[in-house]
């Protein structure tokens, strides 16, 4: 007894400081959390600067890196290895985290973080082969000895930073999650791009449109999704000569799609995902102040924290470039240096495909290709939850590639792969020379660089913009691009023929591809490539709304001395080429009919068409678009049975010259033959109708960026404080400046070629910190959404000296 | 004398120790030093909540973000907890929960174990 009243406090103590050591559920680690010499105010930074004098294990000289007013740090390094070590020691400081996350992602290892909520997600993600892809190039680095180094440097410089962590040190997100950093190797870097391909290349419209092919036949296909839009402004402009000689086109198969049997699977299929959109050109001397051309590029992603990308400038023998970088790879992915710019812009292409698979029996070991049964291959998987247990999955992969679900089931995470289909994805080619693309780049000092650079990328295909100080410009969609029949792909594929498998692939020297053209600008907005006419190779059927390639090209053809100012007014343009083409027939048609909304059609018919930030007639228009293109479309093409709606220009082409057009008819009334006419009036009283539920009657929050609501959102979606809401910008998803709710320009840039040294501007939305609790965590938002840019400091060496460097550090190699 | 010793020795052990470092340094000193069960307590505990709010009021003064109102928001689940003044009560309540558990606990279970 006595000793049980000794004991009591001790007994307690143990058993709540177990308690509060570890995390329960969504609840993390109280006791860690909040001791302030362990948690979170650890990560309230007192001093931006970083440790003046470090001494690292693996560097084989010095290192000086100079910080920013920004804190982007210039790296001076005497030797390549030494760059990219530095380069990954420098972007842990800021990024582990995130770098780490992406991995995770690719990896489809989500449930050891956040458990079982994420295992639909992570079974796609490794079902459709990312983490196997990784393994399979990092197999084949021996391949480039030299670009294997690099890699390994990179690794090392992360797993230095990451050793000198304790507990303490770990950035906020691993203390609230509760785990900790792994090392990092080759194999991250590559499930890195492999998260790159994915969000870029991971889409597919096979399913839809096969869906549509049964449901109306291939008349109406062809009629409402044609391979070339009505209205195009293509990337290679109309006319281009082609400069060589095409392979022979393989032959178009006597039956092209293997409809899925099961049509039942029209439940709660979520839509397509949003177009990823992006903006970049350059224009010749002959239209620059200059006489040397300019270039520009804004990438658009989803908004996120941390930022997408982190700025640096690179410095060693061989190089000197400045742009911006993916954490987790090494060199710069955007940017330029003395000679050259570049930057990109998402192609697309048709790069992943289904194939039905006839297999002999449950068992699923042999499949019927080509008039043989072929043996298939199983790997299994293993799932680790949060909680230490673990799912068990067995990944059944053909010669096409994996067959990802074999039961068409609402849990399934993408609801546009068909079920018993197996998928052919480029991200699964294991070619280990991608990142050869960049670096090449990085270093490159004429055109012959740039095209030699190209000939290395795979995956995702980009349209790379360049521009020398040669008075070079030019513009290639590349990548390795699948040699295709005419629509091969366009809908599913019979697993069981062997003619349509791929066939080879477009040799990467007749790629599209346009050097200084006689108009004097290259320039690319995600719009269809180029037109049949001037191609031999069928790409893909689908590209981007014809609105910011045709305003960007308007913008360009009437530019004359043009600057980095010019150029940034650009990528800042506001104007609305839909309202412009859509607003006078549908006003035409509002107008005829009495109306109670004489105010807002009023605020329609004033407005200077420029989705501004304050101005409201954008919010009615966005507003009623949509609300209009449904109700023209999702009758016939109901988006939750997995169908999809023809594109807008379609739409836009119909209006004019076709309004008697028995689409506009809703075929959900029996009695009734509904006509253009009472879509517009009914779309516009619904618009109104809805504005006014949602902000109440018109008044200042009608005003077009409290409706549009562009916010920035931190990588965990929960935690919505390390976010960023109701920035106050303009914009659209049909608008140069393609800000959006969650998308938008992830990084600005405008760069002035020059003989001597080039002058460039940008920023991202955000901050070079990861870290929720520095002030670089998010400065650059404000003066993002204001479309302006800053000028970014590019060192001719490491003895220039520059107001603007705030801090010094040097990394010492330890003896 | 027990409040000092905790403040400062705690001060240097806990640069480097794991989070409960202080609950095993309060124990040793009142099991040498303590004379009663409120001293145990109360000394161990005033000693790491001096330290605590001290080192936090320094944090927080120096920074430039409030990464008291982020914390409260991710842990409320909203984009800012409940506001400044009550985000402060909150994590001051914590804090002080925290430090009663691990300084007074661990004074107390020093204190107890002195006789065996």
Known sequence: ?815 | MIYLIILIVGAIVSVFGPWWIAAPLAFIVCRWKATSAKQAFGQSTAALLTLWLVYISYVFIKSDVNLVNKMMGVLSSSSEGFGTPVNVIVILAITSILAIIIGGLGGLAGYKLRKI
């Open chain 1, 1 to 815: 007894m006595k000793i049980l009243k000794a004991l009591w406090p001790t007994v307690l103590l143990v058993a709540l400081l177990y308690l509060l050591g570890n995390s329960h559920g969504t609840v993390p680690a109280i006791g860690k959390l909040f001791n302030p010499f362990t948690g979170f105010w650890q990560n309230s930074e007192t001093n931006p600067n970083k440790p003046e004098n470090l001494t690292l294990s693996g560097l084989q000289e010095e290192v000086i890196i100079k910080y920013d007013e920004n804190r982007i740090p210039h790296i001076f390094a005497k030797n390549d290895h030494d760059l990219y070590y530095a380069q990954g020691y420098t972007i842990a400081s800021d990024r582990i985290w995130q770098m780490e996350f992406y991995t995770k992602v690719a990896a489809g290892r989500l449930t050891e973080i956040v458990g079982e909520r994420a295992l639909a997600y992570d079974q796609y993600n490794r079902r459709s082969g990312m983490n196997l892809a990784a393994e399979n190039v990092v197999a084949r680095l021996d391949e480039e000895p030299e670009l294997k180094k690099t890699l390994e440097a990179y690794a090392d410089g992360v797993n230095a930073y990451l050793a000198t962590l304790t507990e303490k040190d770990y950035p906020l997100e691993y203390k609230i999650l509760g785990y900790k950093p792994e090392p990092w190797s080759p194999k991250k870097t590559m499930l890195m791009m492999m998260n790159m391909r994915n969000q870029l290349n991971g889409g597919s419209t096979d399913f839809r449109m096969t869906q549509l092919a049964q449901k109306y036949g291939m008349d109406v296909v062809n009629e409402l999704f044609p391979d070339y839009p009505v209205m195009a402004d293509p990337i290679i402009p109309e006319g281009s000569p082609l400069l060589f000689e095409p392979l022979p086109v393989p032959a178009t198969p006597d039956a092209i799609t293997a409809f899925p049997e099961d049509k039942t699977v029209a439940m709660s299929l979520q839509n397509p995902r949003p177009e990823i959109g992006s903006n970049n050109w350059a224009i010749a001397g002959s239209k620059s102040a200059t006489g040397l051309p300019i270039l520009a590029n804004d990438p658009h992603l989803g908004l996120s924290y941390p930022s997408i990308w982190y700025q640096m400038q690179l410095t060693s023998p061989n190089v000197n470039v400045y742009g911006s970088c993916l954490p987790g790879a090494p060199g710069i992915t955007i940017g330029f240096n003395k000679d050259i710019a570049w930057g990109v812009t998402n192609v697309g292409p048709d790069v992943m495909d289904f194939y039905k698979i006839n297999f002999k029996n449950n068992n699923r070991d042999e499949y019927w290709h080509d008039n043989q049964w072929k043996k298939t291959t199983k790997r299994t998987e293993k799932y680790v939850l949060k909680d230490g247990k673990t799912v068990i999955d067995t990944l059944v992969s053909t010669h096409h590639g994996p067959v990802i679900y074999f039961e068409n089931s609402k849990d399934n995470f993408n609801k546009s792969v068909p079920a018993g289909y197996a998928m052919k994805w480029i991200t699964h080619d294991s070619s280990p020379t991608d990142l050869n693309c960049f670096l090449g780049l990085n270093a490159a000092k004429n055109y012959d660089d740039y095209l030699k650079a190209l000939s290395y990328y795979v995956a995702p295909a980009q349209n790379f913009v360049f521009a020398s100080n040669q008075n070079d410009i030019a513009i290639t969609p590349n990548g390795k691009l699948p040699l295709k029949w005419n629509d091969q792909g366009k809908f599913l594929l019979d697993g069981t023929r062997a003619d349509h498998d791929w066939q080879g692939f477009i040799p990467s020297n007749q790629n599209p591809h346009v050097k200084n053209p006689e108009r004097a600008y290259v320039s690319s907005a995600n719009q269809s490539i180029v037109s049949p006419k001037d191609y031999p190779y069928y790409i893909d059927w689908i590209s981007a709304p014809p609105y910011r390639g045709t305003q960007i090209n308007k913008r360009l053809a009437a530019m004359t001395m043009g600057t980095a100012d010019s150029l940034r007014s650009v990528q800042n343009d506001n104007y609305s080429l839909a309202a412009e083409w859509f607003l006078p027939p549908l006003l035409k048609i509002l107008e005829n009919s009495p109306s109670k909304y004489s105010e807002e059609i009023a605020l329609l018919k004033n407005w200077n068409y420029r989705n501004d930030a304050h101005e409201k007639a954008p919010s009615i228009f966005e507003t009623w678009i949509n609300i209009l293109l449904d109700k023209v479309w999702d009758d016939e093409f109901p988006s939750n049975q997995n169908l999809m709606h023809p594109s807008e220009d379609k739409t836009l082409d119909l209006i004019i010259n076709n309004p008697e057009s028995k689409w506009f008819d809703n075929i959900n009334t029996k009695d009734k033959k509904e006509t253009l006419e009472d879509i517009v009036l009914s779309s516009f009283t619904q618009t109104i109708d809805s504005l006014n539920k949602t902000y109440g009657l018109q008044s200042d929050e009608w005003q077009w960026y409290k409706v549009k609501q562009t916010g920035i959102r931190h990588l965990i979606p929960a935690f919505e404080a390390f976010s960023t809401f109701n920035i106050e910008n303009g914009g659209g998803k049909r608008i140069v400046n393609a800000s959006t709710d969650k998308w938008g320009p992830s990084w600005r840039m405008v760069v002035e070629l020059d003989k001597e040294w080039p002058k460039a501007y940008g920023l991202y939305p955000g901050g070079q910190s990861g870290n929720p609790g520095s002030k670089y965590y998010d400065n650059l938002v404000e003066p993002w959404s204001k479309g302006e840019l800053k000028e970014l400091l590019f060192l001719k060496n490491e003895q220039e000296s520059s107001e603007r460097i705030m801090a010094l550090q040097t990394l010492k190699p330890s003896k």
